[in-house]
């Protein structure tokens, strides 16, 4: 399956960010963190946006492990696109 993010007319999308300190705790040291849903998130970097690795590091802050490819049948996808196998994203998506 291909997934495309779409429209981020406001900057960025954020990415989980997030120190964990020694009592277990979340902190984060940037100016620009949010935290939301019991995670702490940052905007991710917009020279070189990376849609695969933004989907990979969103997932892992979900506790999903999934592989996620930049790529296709050999076809390599643009920047705004991921691929994940189907049954794999349909595990995973039912965490949104």
Do not use: H, M
């Not at 779409?6 to 964990?20: K, N």
């Not at 984060?28 to 970097?45: D, L, N, Q």
């Not at 390599?76 to 998506?93: F, M, N």
């Amino acid at each position: 399956i291909v997934l495309c993010l779409q429209c981020c007319s406001r900057g960025p999308p954020l990415i989980p960010y997030a120190t964990r300190r020694e009592d277990g705790t979340e902190e984060c040291f940037s100016s620009e963190c949010v935290k939301v849903g019991g995670f702490a998130w940052v905007p991710a970097e917009e020279s070189g946006f990376n849609f695969p690795f933004y989907l990979k590091k969103v997932l892992e802050a979900l506790g999903c492990k999934a592989d996620v490819w930049d790529s296709l049948d050999g076809r390599k996808l643009v920047p705004y696109q991921a691929s994940v196998r189907g049954d794999v994203w349909e595990a995973v998506s039912e965490k949104f």
